[in-house]
């Protein structure tokens, strides 16, 4: 039975507030390491730059994406549940804005941005609550909008959703296929999607999801 949203939430940002120093200098330099990512990004940059509207990293951690986005010349903000990782953000690029909040109720207007990066920022959310995740970040995408969804992936694409012992606190493994489908069923359009083996610092398989909301008809 998934925990209640109150419950894993609070957990996930007292897991993350506790090592948010340690997990900011692992990974300050990640995307230089990640060449296929950074080329995804590349691609999200350049499909959400033409709309209007903001780009909204999801759960930005100390922000290092969201800093790399605005050198791609977005304008982008980050959002994140650690007050911990936020002040990092805060004091790492003072020149971008950064809040705490939730993907649960996102204080957003409908259809407000050009895009969305969940950078494996829902890895820690119990599978019952995904869907309406991904219908709240349907909402407040823009006709046209981007989602660019990092996530891990099952070692084998027909396997179902498992749990695992994440390093920072329990995580999900997904069927790539599967994650596709329920954001289909959020109301996106599957645009592309990326398996890719695991690095020597990495424990399993990554995957990315790039949809988009269908413009109006």
Excluded at 48 to 71: E, F, I, K, M, Q
Excluded at 88 to 112: C, K, N, W, Y
């Amino acid at each position: 039975m998934a925990e209640s949203a109150p419950n894993y939430l609070a957990t996930v940002a007292a897991a993350y507030d506790g090592v948010a120093e340690v997990y900011a200098e692992l990974f300050a330099d990640v995307l230089d390491r990640q060449p296929l990512e950074r080329a995804l990004l590349s691609a999200f940059a350049d499909l959400t730059r033409p709309l209007p509207g903001p780009v909204a990293d999801l759960g930005c951690g100390p922000g290092y994406a969201t800093a790399h986005l605005h050198r791609s010349g977005l304008d982008v903000f980050g959002m994140d549940l650690s007050p911990e990782m936020i002040a990092i953000a805060r004091r790492s690029h003072p020149q971008l804005r950064f809040e705490v909040g939730t993907m649960t109720a996102l204080d957003l207007s409908d259809g407000i941005l050009s895009g969305a990066l969940c950078r494996y920022s829902l890895i820690h959310t119990p599978p019952a609550d995904i869907p309406a995740i991904l219908a709240e970040i349907h909402r407040v995408l823009a006709p046209g909008g981007h989602l660019l969804l990092g996530f891990l992936a099952t070692d084998e694409p027909a396997a179902a959703v498992h749990a695992y012992d994440h390093r920072v606190t329990g995580a999900y493994r997904w069927p790539p296929d599967h994650l596709t489908e329920l954001a289909r069923q959020a109301g996106l359009v599957e645009v592309a999607q990326l398996v890719r083996a695991p690095t020597d610092e990495e424990r399993g398989r990554q995957a990315q999801l790039l949809a988009r909301r269908p413009q109006q008809t």
